[in-house]
């Protein structure tokens, strides 16, 4: 292990804590999307909308990114169509934040790790250069080992780089799918809404 770390030079270090801490960030992403989902369809499943159940929802203190954004809509309660969008949408921004700057963190992991085991690999070349630069009769096998030591850190940033790759699109796709129905369940919420305050309208 001693031995990886000196022939990964100076930017091996860098790379494997960004390799610990792209796992850690997606593997946390996933169990936070997943639970949350897994919440917000819960509620959706058994509150249809317009029930008097949602309006407990103004009292909701917890971290779940659907029932954060139900909450502020509840509370703003927009009437015009137009409001309703431009309020759902910063809503939804501001409700996901918490995850999407995660998600972005995972994909500019996946993009900066191959430049810096690249970075690695040239620094690593120039080295070994140097060193066989001032030797008069150089050693064919130690230009290969020098070699072979300089790309460790292409091979790190491109372990990191496919798994970060594979991990923002999935969860990408799962934010988009979320932020899909989250939308969706507050537009039938607002046209329950609207559908009930007209029939107190003509009923008075």
């Known amino acids: 292990m001693e031995d990886l770390a000196v022939m990964a030079g100076p ?16 593997l946390w992403c996933l169990l936070y999307t997943e ?13 249809p909308p317009g ?23 509840f509370q703003e309660n927009p009437r015009e169509r137009e409001d309703f969008r431009m309020l759902a949408a910063f ?4 409700a996901f934040r918490r995850v999407t700057h995660r998600v972005r963190f995972i994909r500019l992991a996946a993009v900066i790790a191959p430049l810096l085991g690249l970075t ?55 934010l988009r799918d979320f932020r899909a129905e989250v939308l969706g369940y507050s537009l039938r919420i607002r046209l329950s809404l609207t559908a009930v305050s007209g029939g107190e309208t003509e009923h008075d």
């Open 51 to 73: 029930s008097p159940g949602l309006k407990d929802l103004t009292d909701y203190q917890g971290r779940n990114p659907g029932l954060l954004f139900l909450r502020e809509i």
């Open 11 to 26: 930017l091996g270090p860098v790379l494997l804590l960004l390799g610990i801490a792209v796992l850690f960030v997606s």
């Open 120 to 174: 690695g690999t040239v620094l690593g070349m120039v080295t070994v250069f140097r060193d066989l630069s001032g030797s008069q009769a150089p050693d064919p096998a130690l230009l290969a080992s020098g070699i072979w030591q300089a790309l460790i850190t292409t091979v790190m940033g491109l372990c990191i780089a496919v798994p970060a790759s594979f991990f923002h699109w999935h969860l990408s796709g799962r």
């Open 91 to 94: 809503f939804a921004d501001r």
């Open 35 to 47: 639970i949350s989902f897994r919440g917000f369809r819960k509620l959706e499943k058994g509150t």
